[in-house]
């Protein structure tokens, strides 16, 4: 059926939409979130520059498929809630996906306007059919019927097994989500700052999942509290890992174990999941001296940065490259800068020094020169031995990378990994039967976006494997 004509006539060169922004001086005090959303006058004449092209590669270059040319023209028209119905035919999660996403590796490159002017805002213009459906979304609460289908157990609640659970419970699978931590979301919800994604987004939309019928386990540690074996005693016909990647890479230099010295994982999880920054209104402390160094960096450095800037510290980032090696989102690099987070390039750690109470009070720095790229196609950080210098410091937060927790794969032998990873078949299967994985445990730190892609993969090859649905070749 050809679609209907358009409402409205496409007009890409107009200047694409900025982001308000909360002012950078009253934002680096407060853990409001920084991006402010689109006004409905943005909307309309962001979405008006989407060419509606015949073959719209941006559909194709997002993970999930979501119909992107559809849900536009929807927005273009002022239809937001049926744009926010377009996105829901592929995601439950526009308010977390709309915000944290890496559109600019994905949809928004794909962007046929990209060639000619600044691409479309997909990123931006999905977050406004989120925020305009939210209370929508709690008037259907009790609008779902109770599944009746096999019983499918997915381990952690971050974002592979959540897009799996909306996939499975749509196709009348029992779903159970085991989550380790007393919180739902997983690295959304320990990894990412409120000013960054709200809370309140987060929980609104996995009450959609509960309210589809998706049950929730908190204080479930896969391989302690049961086997996967026990799991599939208990009548589990299959499981999905998306465990993550929770165990933190350290620097390996002297003076790690020195007071005020952090990983990123710890910060974060303190801050974020435990809200330190709340503290004494919260239980859970975090120390932040006067003086704070991040070394890495991706998005947890600048995290973990801008989170110590907040909180009242001289914050810099310390990066053994240079400013265009930075592997954090550009948009997250320039708020730091926008809030006064200084960088420090050229520079990696060699040791740690405390005081006589073993707190941390000097970091001893060497300077770095780039050579030959490495295999990861960046050019290798050389270092310059006549360089060593000190910095006088009262907290360290190391975010140079993680790995996957291996709880469940030491209880585990029948999983096959690799350098902590689990090992999958192009179905998302893993060594053993009926037990598929995806996300961070496989991929090692990802984003985001990927682990939603392979949460959906696995969501399939489970149903085809439950229902005798052949292989889609």
Request: hydrophobic share 40%; proline share 7%; net charge negative.
């Amino acid at each position: 059926m050809a679609a209907p004509p358009l409402k409205y006539k496409p007009n890409p060169k107009a200047p694409r939409q900025a982001l308000p922004l909360l002012d950078a001086q009253v934002r680096a005090r407060t853990a409001e979130e920084v991006a402010l959303g689109f006004t409905p006058e943005q909307v309309s004449v962001e979405a008006q520059r989407c060419l509606q092209c015949a073959k719209p590669t941006c559909v194709e270059a997002c993970p999930l498929h979501i119909d992107i040319k559809r849900f536009i023209a929807r927005l273009a028209e002022n239809e937001f809630q049926a744009a926010h119905d377009v996105i829901s035919e592929q995601s439950p999660f526009p308010g977390v996906c709309g915000r944290v996403c890496q559109h600019e590796l994905f949809c928004e490159d794909a962007c046929i306007v990209g060639r000619k002017w600044d691409p479309v805002a997909i990123g931006s213009l999905e977050r406004f059919a989120a925020d305009h459906a939210r209370l929508r979304m709690q008037e259907l609460a009790t609008s779902y019927p109770k599944p009746t289908g096999p019983k499918v157990a997915l381990v952690g609640s971050g974002p592979a097994s959540l897009i799996a659970a909306y996939d499975l419970i749509r196709w009348n699978y029992q779903v159970t989500i085991f989550e380790a931590l007393h919180k739902l979301g997983g690295v959304l919800a320990y990894g990412i700052p409120n000013f960054r994604l709200p809370r309140e987004i987060l929980r609104e939309e996995i009450a959609r999942l509960q309210n589809m019928g998706v049950e929730f386990v908190v204080d479930f540690i896969a391989g302690k509290t049961a086997s996967l074996a026990e799991l599939m005693e208990e009548g589990y016909q299959a499981i999905f890992i998306g465990t993550g990647a929770g165990l933190p890479h350290m620097m390996g230099i002297p003076g790690e174990n020195l007071v005020g010295v952090y990983t990123a994982n710890e910060f974060l999880t303190r801050i974020n999941l435990m809200e330190a920054f709340k503290f004494p209104d919260a239980p859970t402390p975090v120390r932040v001296g006067k003086r704070t160094i991040v070394v890495g960096g991706g998005n947890s450095a600048m995290d973990a940065a801008r989170w110590a800037n907040r909180m009242g510290s001289e914050t810099t980032i310390l990066y053994r490259r240079g400013r265009v090696e930075l592997k954090a989102r550009l948009e997250e690099i320039e708020h730091a800068e926008e809030e006064g987070i200084k960088f420090e390039f050229l520079a990696a750690p060699v040791a740690l020094y405390g005081d006589e109470n073993g707190y941390v009070k000097e970091i001893e720095c060497i300077r770095m020169e780039l050579g030959e790229p490495d295999e990861s196609g960046r050019r290798a950080p050389v270092p310059i031995e006549s360089s060593r210098h000190r910095i006088a410091v009262d907290t360290v937060v190391a975010a140079i990378g993680q790995a996957p927790n291996p709880t469940l794969q030491k209880v585990t032998p029948q999983l096959i990994t690799r350098r902590g990873r689990i090992l999958i078949d192009e179905h998302g299967e893993t060594s053993m039967a009926h037990v598929y994985a995806g996300g961070d445990v496989v991929r090692g730190g990802s984003t985001v976006i990927l682990a939603m892609k392979d949460g959906r993969a696995a969501a399939q090859a489970i149903h085809n494997a439950l229902s005798g649905t052949p292989e889609v070749q």
